[in-house]
């Protein structure tokens, strides 16, 4: 099957089912027409940016946007969610862990982590009303390693900044020394081409010579633009198709409540195609996109 230049707006994933397989020894082909570049795209296109005076663009997300947006690509570019340090990171000072209460629920042991910051690191954050606070990430580099967390209590004036999570791997945890900078704050919303959500507000920071009535504005929305649906107990498989000279673009990934604790290889993330069953090696493939 040959597709059409252009793009193809994406509300739900593409999917394919055991039917859409070729027999073996064959291929069945989804490609790009001659010399043309089809794009599927998982982003919904954002609009209505007023400009303030101090040259800041900001719209109201629209609803279907879905609550805590990402990833928000301009003009082809993945912006920056207003990020603090703009550049860099912080050294953590020290690192805490104390055993949570044990409670009546059925999640996983969690412990406490207090994160020490030099006071003048957190002044932006101090400021902050709970829910913005309650947006606005920690990232830790420890050395392969990276842990994702919100913000469960701040005191900016001691600069310690309060956790909760898995407890830590005894082989690589948080500690002194190790990196640190937070995402989506607001008050930290200072450099060109840096973005952040304020309630259902999207506030951008443009680059210079971009323009709001011009710009293309994506938000990523779909977790996945591609999904291979087998069922393998039944010997109905998806295999022999290829993907070829075609583009997917803006799919999205958001950080659930409880945050990301670290994996080797990010493991718990998911892709922009997956499989709901095994796909057998070899039997879906997918060609490099120009």
Request: charged letters at 20%.
């Amino acid at each position: 099957m040959l597709i059409r230049g252009g793009e193809w707006t994406l509300v739900e994933p593409i999917v394919f089912l055991p039917d859409d397989s070729a027999p073996d020894g064959a291929r069945t082909a989804y490609a790009a027409w001659h010399d043309e570049r089809p794009v599927f795209n998982g982003g919904l296109r954002i609009h209505g940016f007023t400009v303030g005076t101090d040259g800041v663009w900001r719209t109201s997300l629209p609803p279907e946007a879905g609550a805590g947006v990402e990833h928000l690509y301009v003009n082809g570019r993945r912006a920056v969610r207003a990020r603090h340090p703009t550049t860099g990171a912080f050294l953590l000072k020290a690192v805490q862990e104390t055993p949570a209460v044990t409670g009546a629920t059925a999640r996983p042991p969690w412990t406490t982590v207090r994160l020490h910051f030099d006071p003048s690191e957190l002044a932006p954050l101090a400021g902050l009303e709970p829910a913005a606070l309650a947006r606005a990430p920690v990232v830790v580099h420890h050395n392969w390693d990276h842990t994702r967390r919100y913000v469960a209590a701040l005191d900016a004036a001691a600069g310690v900044l309060t956790t909760t999570g898995r407890p830590m791997k005894s082989h690589n945890p948080m500690a002194k020394g190790c990196l640190a900078y937070f995402e989506n704050v607001p008050t930290a919303c200072d450099a060109p081409g840096e973005w952040c959500v304020e309630g259902s507000t999207l506030v951008y920071r443009p680059l210079p010579g971009e323009s709001s009535a011009t710009a293309d504005v994506r938000a990523a929305r779909l977790r996945h633009l591609l999904r291979f649906d087998g069922d393998p107990a039944a010997g109905r498989l998806v295999r022999n198709l290829r993907l070829e000279g075609l583009a997917f673009l803006h799919a999205d990934h958001r950080t659930p409540p409880e945050g990301f604790e670290p994996r080797q290889a990010a493991a718990d993330t998911d892709a922009a195609a997956i499989s709901r069953a095994p796909v057998a090696y070899g039997s879906a493939t997918a060609a490099r996109t120009p």
